[in-house]
């Protein structure tokens, strides 16, 4: 043996693909959900700091700012904040004018 390892020259079959390294990859068995029919939502309205809390996480995730486990505290008094302090602190975060 020369040092390479001889793979076999078969080709894969859709489930032997690891749907985390290849998403575009269906394994058998596995279909797209359909989207939520807005009729079926409870109308149920979210609180003011539970919206805005929503909202910091989003603006964090798109900023690519991963908040950390004792960031958590600091986010909920944040939250807590008006909404004209919660904007101003998203502008802040996404560097808009």
């Known amino acids: ?49 539970d919206r805005r809390r929503l909202e910091l996480h989003a603006a964090l995730t798109t900023a690519g700012i991963a908040p950390l486990p004792g960031d958590l505290a600091a986010i909920e008094a944040l939250c807590a904040l008006d909404d004209t302090t919660h904007m101003a602190l998203q502008r802040w975060i996404s560097r808009t004018p």
Do not use: C, H
Not at 13 to 27: C, I, K, Q
Not at 38 to 48: C, G, K, Q, T
């Open 1 to 49: 043996m020369n040092g390479l390892q001889a793979f076999p020259t078969a080709t894969a079959s859709l489930t032997e693909f690891d749907v985390y390294r290849y998403p575009g990859a269906l394994v058998s068995g596995d279909y797209e959900l359909p989207a939520p029919a807005p009729a079926s939502r409870l109308p149920i309205p979210l609180e003011p700091a």
